[in-house]
């Protein structure tokens, strides 16, 4: 018997993250423009802050003695307090309903999301994403045998008849128990770069607390990532702040976009009856998050060099940003099957490439390729039911790449785009 | 319906660490010695020489950019190099059996733990351990729904026909399929201190791959996280090194113990089979450890830090090891009901106080807390079939008090088992 039949049924269920095979191709071709990896801009990283942060840490010996010991499973009490008063400020709230024991220290707000997931979630119970959704999140909700529904989303984010109307589908067909949540990542979606309108938040939060008034519970996982990436507009109060009894919103955030993957200090807010399951699953992973990257976060966030970077990178990120969109607009502006959304925060630019099949197998991945550029496929991101799959999409990240590198890979995709356009009616006559 | 309800059958099965009481005790009661919890010592940190380390880092702008960005998911190659030479030197082995690409680095060895769990165990599935056994992975396995069959123990480990008899009960049983692992802590194993002696890591092994020969693949998980804390006699190798074809043995270790459980850095050597499937899963979970805290433990290692550490902390740790010997010998040396192993190595003692049932609910606990000790009542340390649960062991930590607080502590506990043992004669004849 071969060991691929000993692996758990969560492992047999587990399939490649569809990212693996890019990062294969960029590995194996350093020279390509890789507009498809979601890491952040490099050269921006917070060197001189997190030296002197540390620097103040370990000058303590005490306190660098505590840095480097265990801390509690949720966390550092004093991180979390910090993490829960600039929530309610940026939330323009005007007390404060959840209490430091609801917060949780992760490592990176991917961990937490897992974590909701081991507490949650059995195979067979149904989770609504938005129609793209963030594939890795995907990936693990594959794993744990979840079905993931795609729900329909416009400008302003998920469409509030899309949820009710899938609600009713699966209570129909008596699976409302096995509705489970909605996940959401309300700024700045990866990829679809939308961010839920404030309308928008109150209408999704008072359907499903309407849905738990009758039927079993299911929780909103609010994702929030992205939130400190803004480059344009005014920033608006998380799904959580809509939240009025506080029961029903999970929210996650990460200091990963907005400050350091390497430090990977992420957190979130819990609903007090998730707080005790949701920590007993970190206690047995790992006791929680590393107490260093916690204290140095402090540290960060205390000394303003949070504040600071986060000034520095919305302005590169601007830049990128408009890099990006002026190329597209430069060489793909008079293709009417081209089009995309005028993102306004965040690390990716969604694209509609009408008719084309975009994925790995179709002309447009090889040609771009051949060509020097690498982009994520855009069937990746869509769930398995609900909405269908869309075949043309592509997702372009800004974040990594330099301007200069930004606008020759934009080139390089839109002759890409362009051949495989021109072919398409040459080779129509010929077949017939 | 209650949330409790809603929970998956994973959290539903997840129950309270046992630590989580004696932890809340501590906390309430600072005043407390507190013998229990496997904290590190918290005076020889090495604030130091990691001070050394990061300054070396990030005074270098790319290396600090590179260490703030994301890595790669199992982990920095450098550092995996650097891990597995270290691993073949300590081994003395000639040659190299494993490649960099089996070696994964996680946030402690208890995530690789985890991760292993996750990718081996369904609920249902048999698990061997020693009796007694590190009772955190008890707990996890316990979500996993994986029953725990304990194994007899003598001062070499596991005993060998122990093994080969509960193999063949199972199989009997028709539940040969559903065994899939033994976990062994080789090196100092918490609670019990001992660790495998070098015949009973090749019998062991030995004994698991005939089985291999005719059943379904079972592999042993190594946890060889105290193997530096050896304050008595000489290192040997690893059970690792008795799987000649390297398919067998899942070994994990950590620096936690041995430098800092704050940097958090665990790593493992998989078997080529399972370097996927494991990889993949902490893929879903956090994208691989904090990329930080594995470039500031590689200038730990170049620097040589890390050697210099673990020769100070042996001295601290063996004066403290003395202290509670001698302690014991001092106050309970008189009592025939009183008998513990010599650890040379590790954080713990592991004592039997004959008779007396040393649960959090028996009379010695509480006696112990109301002289200001605390300790690990050794019932939390046995799996839950296999070998009957003993209910008059104790599990005593040295790592976290100083010298005097050890020697206070271990006063208090004898007056306490002293107590105990003079009131039990007495009530019998009131009784009768």
Chains 1, 2 share one sequence.
Request: hydrophobic share 40%; glycine share 8%; charged share 20%.
């Amino acid at each position: 018997m071969s060991a691929k039949n000993r692996l758990s049924q969560l492992a047999q269920r587990t399939v490649e993250q569809p990212i693996s095979y890019l990062m294969r191709e960029a590995l194996a071709r350093p020279e390509l423009i890789s507009l498809a990896a979601g890491f952040v801009d490099q050269a921006s990283l917070p060197v001189e802050s997190t030296h002197d942060a540390l620097e103040h840490l370990l000058s303590q010996p005490a306190q660098g003695r505590a840095a480097l010991q265990y801390s509690t499973t949720m966390g550092d009490p004093l991180l979390r307090e910090i993490l829960l008063s600039r929530l309610v400020s940026a939330d323009q709230s005007t007390a404060c309903k959840q209490s430091i024991e609801q917060v949780i220290v992760t490592a990176g707000s991917n961990e937490l999301l897992y974590l909701i997931g081991l507490t949650l979630f059995d195979p067979g119970d149904i989770v609504f994403c938005a129609a793209p959704t963030y594939f890795v999140y995907l990936g693990a909700l594959q794993s744990f045998g979840v079905r993931t529904v795609g729900l329909e989303v416009d400008t302003e984010g998920v469409v509030p008849q899309a949820l009710t109307f899938a609600m009713e589908k699966y209570l129909t067909e008596g699976l409302g128990s096995r509705i489970k949540a909605i996940y959401l990542t309300t700024y700045f979606d990866n990829p679809s770069s939308i961010t839920t309108s404030s309308n928008r938040r109150s209408e999704l939060v008072e359907i499903v607390k309407r849905w738990n008034q009758k039927h079993d519970m299911m929780y909103i996982i609010e994702d929030a990532a992205y939130r400190d990436l803004r480059y344009y507009g005014d920033d608006i109060p998380s799904l959580l702040a809509a939240d009025e009894d506080g029961d029903t919103v999970i929210h996650t955030s990460s200091f990963s976009k907005s400050f350091s993957p390497g430090l990977r200090v992420g957190w979130g807010v819990l609903p007090p009856e998730l707080v005790h399951p949701i920590s007993s699953q970190q206690g047995n992973i790992n006791f929680g998050s590393p107490h260093f990257s916690q204290q140095a976060m402090i540290a960060i966030l205390q000394q303003g060099s949070f504040e600071k970077h986060v000034e520095k990178i919305r302005m590169e990120y601007r830049k990128k940003l408009q890099a990006m969109l002026q190329a597209a607009e430069m060489h793909l502006g008079d293709l009417q099957n081209v089009s995309w959304l005028p993102a306004t925060g965040g690390l990716y630019v969604w694209m509609c490439v009408a008719g084309i099949d975009t994925g790995a197998d179709g002309p447009l991945f090889r040609r771009a390729l051949d060509m020097g550029v690498l982009y994520v496929p855009g069937c990746h991101c869509f769930p398995k039911e609900g909405e269908p799959i869309q075949h043309d999409m592509i997702r372009l990240s800004f974040g990594v790449q330099s301007v200069e590198r930004i606008e020759q890979g934009m080139h390089c995709l839109a002759k890409a785009v362009h051949e495989v356009l021109d072919k398409q009616p040459q080779t129509l006559p010929a077949e017939a």
